[in-house]
C-alpha cells in the first residue's frame, strides 16, 4: 500500500456522549449519500468509540447505532438514589445491561468478521500494561480474532467507578482503554507506520471527538490535595493527554493532514452518563456536521479504501 493514502477514522472515549460520534458520521452519510466506511482503510476507537468501530465494521450503518445508543442508552446507564450513593463505594452500574445490550448487537460475529481493519484500546490492570484487540490485517496477528466482538466491546468500554473490569477475554483483567487512549488517534497511526508499515506522508486522520467542555480550574487547585482534586484530577488528565495526542499526530502528519471534530460545550453540559440530554447530542451533531461538512467533503470524501481481506478468519 505505499504510495496510496491510508485514511484513519479515529473515534473518542466518552460513554452516553457517543451519540454525539455516531450522529456525525450518520449525517456526512446522508448528506453525501455515502457509507461511511468506504473512505477508511482503519478504524480505532476507544471504549463508546470502539463500540461504535466495532458496529461499522460488523455491518451497522451509523444510523442504526443511533438507534442502538437511543434506545439502550436508559437501560445501561439507570440511576436512581441508589446508584448515586453506590457509586461511592462500587461501579455504579452493573455490567448485565450493558453485556445485554452488546450482545443483542454483535450477536455471534468475532473480529475475524470484521469488514475493516480495527484497533481497539483496553488495559490491563492485572499486568499493569496497555491491551490492544485487533484484527488480523498482519500475519503475527493470530489470536484477537477469535474473540466475540461484544467481549471486546465490553473490555474497552469497562469504565473504572462505573463499570467493574470485564474478565471474558482470557479471564484478563480488562478496563476502559480510555485510562490510557480515549484519543485513539495515535493509536491509529502507529498501527499503519508500525504494523502496515504505511509511510506518514500517506496517511490521513478523521478525528471525531465526544464534546471538549470548556472549564475553569479554580486557583485553589494550585495548592490543593486530595480533596481539592478529586472531582478535577480525572477530567484533567483526560483532556490533556487528548491535547497532546492532537498535538503529535498534527506534527506527524502536518496540520492539514489530521481533521478533528470536537465541540466546545460548556461545563458538565454533557457527561458520562447523562442519558436525559440525548437529543441535545444529536442537535450538537447536526450543527457541528452542518458546518464543517465542506472540510470532510474535500479531505476525506475523495478516498475510495481498497478492500481489506483478513489473514485469518
Known amino acids: 500500500m505505499v504510495g496510496q493514502r491510508f485514511q484513519i477514522l479515529s473515534l473518542d472515549g466518552g460513554g452516553i456522549k457517543g451519540l454525539f460520534s455516531a450522529a456525525v458520521l450518520s449525517a456526512i452519510e446522508e448528506d453525501l449519500e455515502?457509507?461511511?466506511?468506504?473512505?477508511?482503510?482503519?478504524?480505532?476507537?476507544t471504549s463508546t468509540g470502539g463500540i461504535?468501530?466495532?458496529?461499522?465494521?460488523?455491518?451497522?450503518?451509523?444510523?442504526?447505532?443511533?438507534?442502538?445508543?437511543?434506545?439502550?442508552?436508559?437501560?445501561?446507564?439507570?440511576?436512581?438514589?441508589?446508584?448515586?450513593?453506590?457509586?461511592?463505594?462500587?461501579?455504579k452500574y452493573s455490567e448485565d445491561p450493558l453485556k445485554a445490550a452488546l450482545k443483542s448487537c454483535f450477536k455471534d460475529k468475532r473480529i475475524a468478521d470484521c469488514?475493516?481493519?480495527?484497533?481497539?484500546?483496553?488495559?490491563?490492570?492485572?499486568?499493569?500494561?496497555?491491551?490492544?484487540?485487533?484484527?488480523?490485517?498482519?500475519?503475527?496477528l493470530r489470536r484477537d480474532w477469535k474473540v466475540p466482538l461484544w467481549k471486546v466491546a465490553l473490555a474497552t468500554s469497562a469504565a473504572p467507578t462505573y463499570f467493574p473490569c470485564s474478565?471474558?477475554?482470557?479471564?484478563?483483567?480488562?478496563?476502559?482503554?480510555?485510562?490510557?487512549?480515549?484519543?485513539?488517534?495515535?493509536?491509529?497511526?502507529?498501527?499503519?507506520?508500525g504494523t502496515?508499515?504505511?509511510?506518514?506522508?500517506?496517511?490521513?486522520?478523521?478525528?471525531?471527538?465526544?464534546?471538549?467542555?470548556?472549564t475553569h480550574r479554580k486557583q485553589n487547585l494550585d495548592t490543593g490535595g486530595l480533596l481539592k482534586w478529586a472531582k478535577t484530577a480525572t477530567d484533567v488528565i483526560m483532556r490533556g493527554q487528548s491535547i497532546g495526542?492532537?498535538?503529535?499526530?498534527?506534527?506527524?502528519?502536518?496540520?492539514?493532514?489530521?481533521?478533528?471534530?470536537?465541540?466546545?460545550?460548556?461545563s458538565e453540559e454533557f457527561s458520562l452518563d447523562g442519558v436525559k440530554k440525548a437529543d441535545d447530542l444529536i442537535g450538537k451533531a447536526s450543527h457541528v456536521s452542518r458546518q464543517c461538512m465542506p472540510n470532510f467533503h474535500e479531505k476525506?470524501?475523495?478516498h475510495q479504501a481498497l478492500k481489506y481481506e483478513p489473514h485469518y478468519k
Open 245 to 266: 495526542v492532537n498535538n503529535q499526530a498534527s506534527f506527524l502528519l502536518g496540520k492539514e493532514n489530521v481533521e478533528r471534530w470536537n465541540p466546545s460545550v460548556a
Open 34 to 45: 455515502t457509507n461511511i466506511i468506504d473512505h477508511f482503510d482503519l478504524i480505532t476507537g
Open 115 to 140: 469488514s475493516k481493519r480495527v484497533v481497539i484500546p483496553s488495559y490491563n490492570i492485572g499486568e499493569d500494561d496497555v491491551y490492544l484487540f485487533r484484527t488480523p490485517h498482519a500475519t503475527r
Open 196 to 214: 502496515l508499515d504505511i509511510p506518514l506522508k500517506d496517511i490521513r486522520v478523521f478525528s471525531v471527538g465526544t464534546s471538549d467542555a470548556v
Open 167 to 193: 474478565r471474558h477475554v482470557d479471564k484478563l483483567r480488562l478496563i476502559d482503554g480510555g485510562v490510557w487512549a480515549n484519543n485513539p488517534t495515535m493509536v491509529g497511526i502507529v498501527e499503519a507506520y
Open 52 to 91: 461504535i468501530a466495532l458496529g461499522l465494521a460488523s455491518g451497522l450503518s451509523p444510523r442504526e447505532i443511533v438507534e442502538f445508543y437511543t434506545s439502550k442508552g436508559p437501560e445501561i446507564f439507570y440511576s436512581n438514589r441508589r446508584t448515586k450513593w453506590r457509586h461511592w463505594l462500587r461501579n
Open 300 to 302: 476525506f470524501f475523495p
